[in-house]
């Protein structure tokens, strides 16, 4: 799996991860992916606007979904709902990071095939640069065949 080639890919499909800077570092088990501080990511106050916290915890559940599911063109996920609580002021890049694991991934196929939905919860942390835990997001998604193919 490419994984700069799938984060450019995204950037272009959805301008909130171009605006955001978009990285995916790791999607095995271990989901990361940044959000870069910058003149389109910052607040009036120089910090990362909470938008773009949001949008980094929240990406995690879309992208283990491109990782793991077996018929991607027939399932698609959306977030239900998701919480965040901020911790500290992100003053730098931040990094989110959660993880699902192979048999999360085989319990959701299996149920997939089986029952045509699939619920989950992902808590994601939000580290800057220096290792500071800045935020945690609590989502829960759903996976369907919202297109109906």
Known sequence: MDLEKMAASLRQQFPIYDNAGLEILQADEIFKARVLLGEKTQ????????????????FLGGLVPMRYLEQPEKFQ???RDLKIDFKAPALTSVTAQAT????????MNRELAENGRYDFTLVAELTDEAGTLVAQTTANYALRNFTGK
């Not at 607040?43 to 929240?58: I, K, R, T």
């Not at 699902?100 to 319990?107: G, I, L, P, R």
Request: net charge negative.
């Open 77 to 79: 996920p959306v977030v």
């Open 100 to 107: 699902f694991t192979q048999a999360q991934a085989d319990e």
């Open 43 to 58: 607040n009036h106050v120089h910090m990362m606007h909470a938008a773009f916290l949001f949008a980094g915890g929240e």
